[in-house]
């Protein structure tokens, strides 16, 4: 499996949790394991987004941060996957005075570790923006983005609450990622209609969308898209979980198709949105009865989508040419 959209802070094992909160003094709450896991009842992406302040509770020091990118590694190449981008925002994580660079530094240790030994899969970093956050906080993250491109950073993301602000307030930020040549995703069309995916394109140099889902697929929008090579990225259970789609069967994954717009499908958050690749594929196949060359085609989606070199997509294809059978198979198995 492939997973392009995955965030750190929201995946933690509750294994990470345990080790981590006894490490750092840090209280789970008599709830715990139930308050790591999106609300009953949740209504919104903002609520849906209190679920991070614990785990980024954890994630306060070098040691955590390597540690958990460490254990994701582990833990997706244990669950047969070939790629992913983890992504994070390190802004979020200096509330004890640590630095962004910090962050940055400890997660590109952790995952270098995690790599090591490992055959067939590879993984990589994405560092988040915050919506919410000031200019020159998120100034500062987007040249850590440019800083550790060799070291397993591949690209610059917009998180966090969508309707803070319109996209044209961010332009600053995302000019000078372009400048730097650091490639670009903006989480948009999330909880915000199609015209701030429009944005995310046209104002902030969009290679990839986060969600993505309201887009108008009006035959102008599908000319940008489609001229520009947008690759949107899918996470069906979380938009189900914070209202932004109803229900499995409005993912507009054959509308998106249909018009030769690749779409990938991904998690978003492993533990908050209880899910992860292999069971997006599931929710999928039981309501569009995906055959396996469907599937083939949305990972090979993913690995066209990846922020890797032609020569790690060449590997990538091999393998998933290997475990296309397998895969089909555990999907179909529900
Ligand atoms: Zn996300």
Do not use: W
């Not at 030994?117 to 998120?138: P, Y």
């Not at 015209?195 to 108008?216: F, N, T, W």
């Not at 717009?261 to 492993?270: F, G, K, R």
């Not at 196949?285 to 060449?314: G, P």
Request: with cysteine; glycine share 6%.
């Amino acid at each position: 499996m492939i997973d392009l959209h995955l965030h750190l802070d929201g995946s933690l094992s509750l294994d990470d949790f345990r080790y981590l909160a006894e490490r750092n003094n840090v209280s789970l709450g008599d709830e715990f394991p139930k308050n790591v896991y999106v609300p009953e009842g949740c209504k919104s992406l903002e609520e849906y987004l209190t679920r991070f302040n614990l785990p980024c509770s954890l994630l306060q020091d070098e040691f955590s941060i390597a540690y958990a990118v460490h254990s994701l590694v582990n833990r997706l190449y244990k669950s047969g996957y070939i790629y992913a981008e983890i992504r994070f925002a390190p802004q979020l994580h200096t509330l004890k005075g640590m630095s962004q660079k910090d962050a940055v530094i400890s997660a590109c240790a952790g995952l270098r570790e995690g790599l090591k030994d490992k055959v067939g899969f590879t993984a990589n970093l994405i560092l988040c923006c915050m919506r919410q956050a000031d200019t020159d906080t998120n100034m500062e993250t987007v040249i850590l983005a440019d800083e550790f491109k060799n070291n397993g950073v591949v690209a610059v993301d917009l998180a966090g609450p969508e309707k803070f602000h319109t996209g044209d307030f961010y332009t600053p930020l995302f000019d000078e990622a372009k400048a730097r040549g650091v490639n670009i995703i903006i989480h948009a069309g999330e909880a915000c209609g199609s015209e701030e995916v429009i944005r995310a394109v046209d104002l902030l140099h969009a290679k990839r969308i986060g969600h993505g889902v309201h887009l108008d697929l009006t035959r102008e929008n599908i000319r940008k898209m489609t001229e520009n090579r947008i690759y949107f990225e899918f996470c069906p259970t979380s938009n189900l979980q914070t209202t932004s789609l109803e229900d499995y069967s409005k993912v507009p994954l054959k509308e998106f198709d249909r018009v030769g717009i690749p779409v990938t499908i991904n998690s978003d958050n492993m533990t908050v949105s209880n899910t992860d690749v292999l069971k997006e594929y599931r929710h999928l196949f039981k309501e569009f009865k995906l055959t396996k060359y469907e599937v083939q085609h949305l990972l090979q989606n993913s690995i066209n989508a990846a922020f890797v070199n032609e020569q790690t997509k060449i590997m990538l294809r091999g393998e998933l040419a290997k475990k296309i059978d397998n895969y089909y198979l555990k999907i179909i198995e529900q």
